[in-house]
C-alpha cells in the first residue's frame, strides 16, 4: 500500500492524482444532489465553450463532465504506470526530468484515445433531438431524489410530454416533507436561481400521490 501512494504522490503522477481527487469529490457532490452532471455543457444550442471544442475534437455528444472524468481517470492511470516505471530506474535528474514530461504526453495522448472511442459509444446510447425545454415541465409531476428538498437545496426526475426525462434542481417554500420517491408538482421556474418550485401532489385537486 505505501508503494502505491508514493507512486501516486510521485511526479508525474501527483499531477493527475489531484485532478482525480477533484474529479471523485465532483461526483460524490452529484450523488448527494450538491452539483448537476450537465453543469459545464452550458445551453442545448450553444455552439461555443467547451461543447462546441469537444465536438471539434470528436468528443460531442456526452456530457463534458463524463468526458473530463474519463480522461482525467485515464491518464491518471497511465502516468501511475509511467511513474512505477521510472521509480525502477537509476537515472540522473535531467534523465529523469525528460522521461517525466515524456510520461505526461504519452499518458494525455492514451486518455485522449481511449475517451474518444467510449464517447463514440456512449453518443449512441444516449437519446437524440431536441431536448426538454423548460415550459414543457411546467405543471408536470417529478419525482424527488435527493434526501430532502428545502428552499435552497433539491433535486427531482421529471418526464416531459415526448417521454423524455432529466434531473433538475428544485426547491420548495415550505416545509414539506419531501424525501426520495416523493412526487411533486412543478409549479414555477425562478430564472435567477435556474430551479423549478415544487409542491406536494395531494395539494392539485385531481392529483394523487
Request: charged letters at 10%.
Amino acid at each position: 500500500m505505501g508503494g502505491f501512494i508514493d507512486a501516486a504522490l510521485g511526479f508525474p503522477a501527483v499531477l493527475f492524482s489531484f485532478l482525480l481527487v477533484v474529479v471523485v469529490g465532483y461526483w460524490l457532490l452529484v450523488l448527494i444532489g450538491g452539483a448537476d452532471v450537465d453543469g459545464l455543457d452550458g445551453d442545448a444550442g450553444d455552439a461555443g465553450g467547451l461543447n462546441g471544442f469537444f465536438a471539434w475534437l470528436g468528443l460531442g455528444g456526452v456530457p463534458v463532465t463524463v468526458i473530463l472524468s474519463l480522461m482525467v481517470a485515464f491518464a491518471w492511470f497511465a502516468s501511475l504506470a509511467g511513474t512505477v516505471v521510472l521509480g525502477t530506474t537509476d537515472l540522473n535528474g535531467g534523465v529523469m526530468i525528460v522521461l517525466s514530461l515524456l510520461v505526461i504526453a504519452v499518458a494525455l495522448v492514451l486518455a485522449f484515445g481511449i475517451t474518444r472511442v467510449l464517447a463514440l459509444l456512449l453518443s449512441h446510447l444516449m437519446p437524440v433531438g431536441p431536448q426538454p425545454s423548460r415550459g414543457d415541465f411546467m405543471g408536470a409531476t417529478c419525482v424527488v431524489r435527493t434526501g430532502s428538498v428545502t428552499a435552497t437545496f433539491g433535486q427531482a426526475e421529471v418526464h416531459a410530454k415526448d417521454g423524455s426525462s432529466a434531473i433538475v434542481q428544485v426547491r420548495q417554500p415550505g416545509a414539506e416533507p419531501f424525501r426520495a420517491g416523493s412526487k411533486a408538482v412543478i409549479y414555477d421556474f425562478d430564472a435567477d436561481g435556474e430551479f423549478f418550485w415544487i409542491m406536494p401532489v395531494d395539494a392539485v385537486p385531481g392529483l394523487s400521490a
